[in-house]
């Protein structure tokens, strides 16, 4: 298996050397380091790796507006937040930008390296249920939900199977809720995320809230 082509974006030198050999030493390919988000997105654009680890705060352009340029100018690269918080009001923004899920600074070197192979492989590094209470704590509750325009191509199981996703069952819970094999959980969740272009479970949690299949509030079912 290929290794994942890394950058890693981080206004603290020590932070990014810090990364660079846990991520070396774990076998990843660290293609590239940026201080500020401008030069985040410049190399992307020149280097076109597979993951890019983002802080939040930095000069220049934050994290958030370098999340939305890095995915606009290369699709399928992955964009992992790092935050010093686990609730950071950014990191809703970020995940309704396209990333894949945040970590903290104070991640093991262990969870950073498997970190960056999960979302290389295109899984969302999030918990379903971190992302739902990021949802609920941040989204926007003053305006009625927009309805997503493709919503309609969904079939009547696709998108009892997207509510539950957005209360943040697993594939494993889905087949026992809906008495289905994980198989055909699996394959409609495939088709899912490619009606609505939808890079993972992190952004379909939060699309379920944006157009209102789900409600702050709603409960988990059992969680």
């Known amino acids: 298996m290929t290794a994942p082509r890394v950058v890693i974006a981080d206004d603290q030198a020590l932070v990014r050397t810090g990364f660079r050999m846990i991520l070396t030493a774990g076998g990843i390919d660290v293609v590239g380091e940026a201080a500020d988000g401008t030069a985040a997105v410049d190399l992307v654009r020149r280097l076109h790796p597979d993951v890019v680890l983002m802080d939040i705060r930095m000069p220049t352009m934050d994290g958030l507006e370098a999340t939305r340029r890095v995915l606009a100018a290369e699709p399928r690269c992955k964009v992992l937040i790092l935050t010093t918080f686990d609730l950071d009001n950014y990191v809703y923004s970020a995940l309704s930008a396209g990333a894949s899920g945040f970590l903290l600074k104070d991640v093991t070197p262990e969870h950073l390296v498997a970190a960056v192979h999960l979302v290389d492989t295109g899984d969302a590094l999030l918990a379903p249920s971190i992302t739902r209470r990021l949802v609920e704590r941040f989204a926007p509750t003053s305006t009625p939900p927009a309805p997503h325009r493709d919503l309609s191509t969904l079939t009547p199981r696709e998108l009892e199977v997207l509510t539950l996703l957005g209360r943040g069952r697993s594939n494993t819970e889905l087949a026992t809720d809906l008495t289905l ?43």
Do not use: C, N
Not at 205 to 218: F, H, K, Q, R, S
């Open 181 to 223: 094999s994980e198989a055909t959980i699996k394959t409609h969740v495939a088709r899912i995320f490619a009606k609505l272009s939808l890079r993972d479970r992190a952004q379909a949690v939060i699309l379920a809230y944006e157009t209102g299949l789900i409600t702050p509030g709603d409960p988990p079912r059992s969680e």
